[in-house]
């Protein structure tokens, strides 16, 4: 990974509706034009996107339930001149498993005080913490002992203790998927990208991979 | 209409609890200041608007329903130099009705793709298209058949098919109007400004008129 | 009063669940950063607010409702070389008790019109008038007869009449405190700030006062 953050979203085939896929294809996507486009979509609208061999379109088309209005995107693909962004397989050091809208919240909370953010894990919990002009804070959340809805569980499974130190401004960034998934998986190993994960359902995930900071940088 | 486009609202003195004017006549008013000041009054207070003759002002006065609060605003009239805009009568070659909501969307969904939108229509139905940086998109609205509230209804009623090409941007601009009723009519003829109507309630109604790109526009 | 605007918060130690404090102490806080840390405490979490004696630092604590969830941050003092503002008990001319949303209103609605408010108060009532390049607004609150709810009353308590101009910038200022109390107290006399008084519950209040405008000052 030679890159500060890499975004990997898997939806699995089964996932969908129909799906079709002749050969393997890399397609460079405008992501603000796509999402845009995919914003027009009424709630009960029904999705199609389609790429044609040889084309150098993607094709979204989108029908309402009473078949009184169509709608045809033809969005120009991107040559991004890469077939493939390599993310090695880790055995993470520590997984932690938390509500996805708690670590939203310590994410804005730490941004207050800091641009960085250190995360401590030890056997009692995690602790992130923050400096900056303002003064200093911390937060610590307690792995669960019994909660009652399993969405709302901490839990942390540790071979070892790590101490790693992020650019808050990029887990802030990470968060906006919170909505996908009530709990999140934050992965992570000293020397290591972390790894946080938000199941899309039954269908797939979204992970985000982000380096930690080396003791040099400037905070 | 020697200009790109032109508001005219009507509201008849039926509509109004108590209405009198003892002679014709014309007031340069500033629209901002108006809203400002109109937007100040509570949900259940009364209004009178009133100018005096021979005043270069209009006087706006509310009055709380239990008569504790009493608020009165004299705003400049401004001297526009301008009789009246003239707005020929036409017996469109099409007119389109449908929910303005819908019609709202529709613009705001063209306007993402590109400055001015192809309106096109038939037999089946309207077409709305648009072409740009991202791509190309179009909308195909369906006459309904048979709706349960009318209100949802798209009719169109066509003479003769049209194609016309508006600067999105204005027509957008119509659709605030669009909270006033549930239904416009979009009336269209070749080589002359669109007149899209929305009505208020049994009182009266605001049409707004945009003359089409000419081919020599550039998008 | 050697500035323009004072602003005043008494909160009694009986109001706290827990109060310590073995001598007087003046500490210089940054209410911007204050108020981000206390934005962050959940809603039904308790808070600890701390000051060590010879520290430079104010240390608050947040701990959850079920103590799975712990924040502390540490916020450095400011020196603001001032000891105690003083503020000298005034016997005003004019008080008017009137419901905080109102007078918020009021100060909006003023701030339309232009940037500094007469304040005017006689037997029957109290007006409020401003002037600008729009034209003119007044409004005017009669005394409440009687009112079944009393955050409703609007009742002046006159000993002589009074006619002040403020900046209505920071009238409108004050009034984010409405939000505090269901009522607000304006209290005028002669040549003398306003002070403006919101109770908080039964714990304390919030005083702001504001220098009038004089003859020469520029509107």
Redesign the interface.
Known sequence: MDCLYVVSLVMRSEGFESYRCDRNMSLGI?LV?MS??LK?MGKDDSLTIRVNDDSD?IIISMESQN??????????LMDFGIAHVGIPDTDYSCTINMPSS?FS?IC??MS??GDSVLVCTTKEGVKFSAKGD?????????Q?ANVEKEEEA?IIKMKEAVALTFYVEYLSMFCKAAQLSPQVSVNLSKDTPLMCEFKIAEMGHVRFYLAPKSEGDKS
């Open positions: 405008n034009s845009k486009v027009t379109s078949q009184d209005k169509f709608a045809d995107y033809e969005l120009r708690e919240r804005r909370d207050i005080i303002l003064g200093q804070g911390c937060i610590r959340l307690v669960t901490v």
